[in-house]
């Protein structure tokens, strides 16, 4: 007999999106002529750039000649990407990586999913709450999270981000082994100042905790003093995995690629004591379990560093930076709270009147044919919150603004 792992069992049924869609396809069964906007999901709605496009039809030309064709890449990624990561990404930063500490990947899903076979099944972890589900959902698979109680995990450490604290997560008042952070911030939008970034670093030296830290919207900062990477802090080396991605800065969502990078200085001890580099482990386990990302796509990852690839890919980040700014100001006029939407492609909203999250979504849904995310579908301090993502096209954009605006004055 072949038992299953319950793990699995124990997720929430329902995968949020999915709950979204079902509400929103009965709204449509009711009202067929309704043209309904999206600012739900997190989902790019550009194009690729001229650049990336360019590279691609060249690579694609390789693969169909014979004394150019290229079956199985190194796991870890080519070389040419691996170094302009370094060159491009790092560098400018004052950050010196090894092209040997990155690992590219099929985008940043994979490996914030992935990166916890690291590490034993007893190990406690810490999120900020509310939160990209990925982290606590790939930590119930294997049965770490522990029960499911109220909307909670039990072996989960939750740091809740409120408008009252300012979104900025509290440092547990004891030992967790292992602590996600994600800056700029899926669902709320918002960064964190180096200030605060230096505490955690500073709190993982002191207890042994390992950060993993997803930075996938950094290409989304605006203001200069945010740090972009957590290696911009002394001594994160030691304790910090990060993840990037080129979905959201270069609309790779439907190409995939992204990298994660382990520095050599990163260690976690065995219950005896020794100390084990993580990169060590992660190239094995790369090498095992995955065969690299296609060359056609690591390809288009290499032409966002060109010089043209770099202007292209600001102009669709300012595109979509102009997008959040028009919602912004239409939802500050309207004297709705609002959070996030200066760094980052996510504003994150107060409901008027206190209002539950699901509350306000079908309000918005049936009032002005507008779909957002609730804010609860990301955890618990997320209830009263409701996601809008400046993803989508101006057109669109603006009208969803006319209609909120027609709708809440
Ligand atoms: C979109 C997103 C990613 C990137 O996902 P890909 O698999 O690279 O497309 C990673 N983390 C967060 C928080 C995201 O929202």
């Known amino acids: 007999m072949a038992l299953v792992n319950e793990h699995f069992l124990k997720l929430p049924n329902n995968y949020l999106f999915a709950d979204i ?6 709204f449509k069964v009711s009202h067929p002529h ?3 906007i999206s600012l739900g999901i997190g989902d790019v709605t550009q194009p690729l750039c001229p650049a990336v496009i360019e590279a691609m039809h060249k690579a694609v030309d390789e693969m169909g000649s014979s004394d150019t064709f290229r079956g199985y890449g190194p796991e870890q990624g080519y070389a040419f990407l691996r170094e302009a990561i370094v060159k491009n990404d790092y560098l400018p930063r004052g950050i010196h990586l090894d092209p040997n500490e990155i690992f590219v990947n099929d985008g940043a899903k994979s490996d914030t999913g992935n990166i916890q076979e690291l590490v034993r099944w007893d190990n406690s ?36 981000c ?5 979104f900025t997560p509290q440092i547990p008042d004891k030992r967790v082994d292992i602590i996600y952070l994600c800056y700029p911030n899926n669902p709320t939008g918002t960064v964190i100042s180096k200030e605060e970034l230096r505490k955690w670093v500073n709190y993982a030296l002191k207890n042994d905790t390992l950060i993993f830290y997803d930075a996938a919207y950094e290409a989304y900062i605006q203001d200069p003093s945010i740090p972009h990477s957590i290696y911009e802090i002394k001594g994160a080396r030691k304790v910090a995995i990060e993840f990037r991605s080129y979905s959201k800065t270069a609309g790779f969502t439907g190409v995939r690629c992204g990298y994660t990078v382990v520095p050599k200085e990163l260690t976690a001890s065995t219950i005896q004591g020794e100390r084990i580099p993580l990169n ?42 102009t997008n959040a700014k028009i919602m912004y100001d239409t939802l500050t006029s309207l004297g709705i709270e609002v959070y996030g939407g200066q760094n980052a492609p996510y504003l994150w909203v107060k409901t008027p009147d206190g209002s539950g999250s699901w509350r306000f979504f079908e309000q918005m849904l049936y009032n002005a044919h507008v779909v957002c995310t609730p804010g609860v579908g990301f955890g618990p301090s997320g209830e009263g919150y409701i996601r809008l993502t400046a993803f989508g096209d101006r057109n669109n954009c603006e009208e969803a603004m006319e209609r909120l605006h027609k709708w809440l004055k």
């Open 125 to 160: 972890i810490g999120v900020t709450d509310p939160i990209y589900p990925v982290y606590i959902d790939s930590n119930v698979m294997i049965g770490r999270a522990g029960v499911v109680q109220d909307g909670k995990w039990s072996n989960v450490v939750y740091m809740p």
């Open 280 to 321: 060590h482990l992660w190239n094995r386990r790369q090498c095992t379990k995955f065969n690299g990302t296609s060359y056609i796509s690591q390809k288009a990852a290499e032409a966002t560093y060109s010089a043209a690839g770099k202007e292209q890919v600001k102009e669709v980040i300012s595109y979509y930076m």
């Open 34 to 36: 309704a043209d309904v």
């Open 162 to 166: 409120t408008a009252e604290n300012n």
């Open 21 to 26: 869609a079902k509400k929103v396809n009965a």
